[in-house]
Nanobody
Framework: QVKLVESGGGLVQPGGSLRLSCGASGFAFSSYSMGWFRQAPGKEREFVAAISWSGGSTNYADSVKGRFTISRDNAKNMMYLQMNSLKPEDTAVYYC?????????????????WGQGTQVTVSS
């Protein structure tokens, strides 16, 4: 059974940091490219960051470039999103996702498996 479980969300003040984690099981994690997406209330789910199966290639949304860092540990079947300099507009439910694509992709429809999400709230 495929499982993606996000953790690490919470409430943080503007300018603060959070590290999200995504644990994977039930599929060949090291063969899949992975991504982070987010969805704010009343908005569509949007791409945040993605990483290739090897970790050698990454891609970021312009809104998070320079503030967020995506990484993965294939030995532990884990993916991470380090979020620094957080802004109120980063508030959303964050989802991790897996795709069979061998290249980094940004479209939600390209992803095969999804987690349940973790809430990130940036507020003073």
């Amino acid at each position: 059974q495929v499982k993606l479980v996000e953790s690490g969300g919470g409430l943080v003040q503007p300018g603060g940091s959070l590290r999200l984690s995504c644990g994977a099981s039930g599929f060949a994690f090291s063969s899949y490219s992975m991504g982070w997406f987010r969805q704010a209330p009343g908005k569509e789910r949007e791409f945040v960051a993605a990483i290739s199966w090897s970790g050698g290639s990454t891609n970021y949304a312009d809104s998070v470039k320079g503030r967020f860092t995506i990484s993965r540990d294939n030995a532990k079947n884990m993916m991470y999103l380090q979020m620094n300099s957080l802004k109120p507009e980063d508030t959303a439910v964050y989802y991790c996702a897996a795709t069979r694509s061998i290249v980094v992709v940004t479209a939600t429809r390209a992803y095969d498996y999804w987690g349940q999400g973790t809430q990130v709230t940036v507020s003073s």
